[in-house]
Antibody, heavy 117, light 107 residues
Framework: EVQLVESGGGLIQPGGSLRLSCAAS????????MSWVRQAPGKGLEWVSV???????YYADSVKGRFTISRDDSKNTLYLQMNSVRAEDTAVYYC???????????WGQGTLVTVSS | DIQMTQSPSTLSASVGDRVTITCRAS??????LAWYQQKPGKAPKLLVY???SLENGVPSRFSGSGSGTEFTLTISSLQPDDFATYYC?????????FGGGTTVEIK
């Protein structure tokens, strides 16, 4: 069964750092596009970042220079390093597998990041 | 960035109704569009990709159409399990962008 399980969310102060993890099972992470998508409380979906199978990475302007997407092939795990976080980064963060391109299924269950002092 | 605009933002309908949701792109995205369903507290679920290709396991009452800048998601006969929020997403160009969502409510 293809499955994604996120972890690492929590309460963090503005300006702090946090690393989210997304453990994959049932498929190989580095053979797929993998994205992070977030959803602020009560709001819609916002794409954050992608790492393509070849290793190229892209970011939303709102996180560029602050967040870094990466993967560990030995652990079959996707990461999102979040630095210099802001209140507006508060959201549920989902990881998702790209199917052949940039349409996504499945998605993980999400991990909540709350940025507050 | 490509802006995705969904309408309506909320839709009230009854079981058995035919429901149509529209998604417009600010520039042509060919057929590089996906639709997702999301229920409260749950992750999104893929319904349609390449504008009109139904994902495996998705009921045939769902269908997608369109190309260029205008797209629709149609539910031919609304079922109780279909009350949810629906999002379109373009993957023509980075940054990937989603529509604002359409919530289908019970009338």
């Amino acid at each position: 069964e293809v499955q994604l399980v996120e972890s690492g969310g929590g309460l963090i102060q503005p300006g702090g750092s946090l690393r989210l993890s997304c453990a994959a099972s049932g498929f190989i992470v580095n053979t797929n596009y993998m994205s992070w998508v977030r959803q602020a409380p009560g709001k819609g979906l916002e794409w954050v970042s992608v790492i393509q199978s070849g290793g190229s990475t892209y970011y939303a302007d709102s996180v560029k220079g602050r967040f870094t997407i990466s993967r560990d092939d030995s652990k079959n795990t996707l990461y999102l390093q979040m630095n210099s976080v802001r209140a507006e980064d508060t959201a549920v963060y989902y990881c998702a597998r790209g199917k052949a391109d940039n349409w996504y299924d499945p998605w993980g269950q999400g991990t909540l990041v709350t940025v507050s002092s | 960035d490509i802006q995705m605009t969904q309408s309506p933002s909320t839709l009230s309908a009854s079981v058995g109704d035919r429901v149509t949701i529209t998604c417009r792109a600010s520039q042509s995205i060919s057929s590089w569009l996906a639709w997702y369903q999301q229920k409260p507290g749950k992750a999104p679920k893929l319904l349609v990709y390449k504008a009109s290709s139904l994902e495996n396991g998705v009921p045939s009452r769902f269908s997608g159409s369109g190309s260029g800048t205008e797209f629709t998601l149609t539910i031919s006969s609304l079922q109780p399990d279909d009350f949810a929020t629906y999002y379109c997403q373009q993957y023509h160009t980075y940054p990937l962008t989603f529509g604002g969502g359409t919530t289908v409510e019970i009338k």
